[in-house]
C-alpha cells in the first residue's frame, strides 16, 4: 500500500488566494483526519470524516475553513481566503484503529 | 476530555545510550500510539499499544492500562533517533489526543 497520499507537498501563495489541499486515505480506512502543525501550537486536530461522514469539526478554526469527503477515497480542506496566519504544514491521517500520517503539506501564505 | 502527558520534554544522549520516554494518561483508553517526528518532519508510526508490551528492533514499549501510563524504550540510541517523539490516545472513537512530545537529541 502507498500509505496517506496528501498533494501538494508544497505550496506557496499570496494572502486572500484560496487553497486546496489534497489527501488520498489508505485504502479500506474507514476514518480520516486533518491536523494542522505550527511551532507554537503544536499538532492540532481540525476536522475527522468516519464513513465519509464529518463527525468532528470544532478545530476548524473559522469559516474560511472547509472540509470535505465525496467518496471513501478523497478528501480535501479548503481555505478561503487564506492569511498569513495559516501558515503551518498541514497532516492527512487515516486509520481504522491504527492511525497513520501522511507526508503533510507544507503551506507558505505570503 | 482525556489528557495525555509526556516526559521529560528533551532529552539529550551520547551515541549508543539508553532511554526510557514517559506517557501518562488521565483516563482509561482503547487507543495508544507512539509516533516519531524525523527532523523531515514525516510522522512515523512505532506502536500501536492500548496494553502490553512489544518489540521493534532497538525499540519496545510497554503500556500498563490499569495505571494509565505508557513508556517507550529506545536502546543504544542512534543519531538517526533524534527527532520528537509523540505519544497519543483515545478513550472512544477515532480522535487521538496528542501528548506535547519528548524532543530527542543524540550527539554522535
Known amino acids: 500500500d502507498a500509505g496517506v497520499i496528501q498533494s501538494p507537498r508544497h505550496e506557496v501563495t499570496e494572502m486572500g488566494q484560496e487553497v486546496t489541499l489534497r489527501c488520498k486515505p489508505i485504502?479500506?480506512?474507514?476514518?480520516l483526519f486533518w491536523y494542522r502543525q505550527t511551532m507554537m501550537r503544536g499538532l492540532e486536530l481540525l476536522i475527522y470524516f468516519n464513513n465519509n461522514v464529518p463527525i468532528d469539526d470544532s478545530g476548524m478554526p473559522e469559516d474560511r475553513f472547509s472540509a470535505k469527503m465525496p467518496n471513501a477515497s478523497f478528501s480535501t480542506l479548503k481555505i478561503q481566503p487564506s492569511e498569513p496566519r495559516d501558515s503551518a504544514v498541514y497532516f492527512c491521517a487515516s486509520s481504522n484503529n491504527e492511525q497513520f500520517f501522511g507526508p503533510g503539506t507544507r503551506l507558505t501564505v505570503l | 476530555g482525556i489528557q495525555v502527558e509526556q516526559s521529560p520534554p528533551d532529552l539529550i544522549l551520547q551515541e549508543g545510550a539508553n532511554s526510557t520516554l514517559r506517557c501518562n494518561f488521565s483516563?482509561?483508553?482503547?487507543?495508544l500510539q507512539w509516533f516519531h517526528q524525523n527532523p523531515w518532519g514525516q510522522l512515523i508510526n512505532l506502536f500501536y499499544?492500548?496494553?502490553g508490551t512489544k518489540q521493534n528492533g532497538r525499540l519496545s514499549a510497554t503500556t500498563v492500562a490499569t495505571e494509565r501510563y505508557s513508556l517507550l524504550y529506545i536502546s543504544s540510541s542512534q543519531t538517526t533517533d533524534s527527532g520528537v517523539y509523540f505519544c497519543?490516545?483515545?478513550?472512544?472513537?477515532?480522535?487521538?489526543?496528542f501528548g506535547q512530545g519528548t524532543e530527542l537529541s543524540v550527539k554522535p
Open positions: 497519543a490516545a483515545t478513550r472512544g472513537g477515532g480522535k487521538l489526543i
Open positions: 499499544i492500548p496494553s
Open positions: 483516563d482509561s483508553v482503547n487507543n
Open positions: 485504502s479500506g480506512h474507514n476514518s
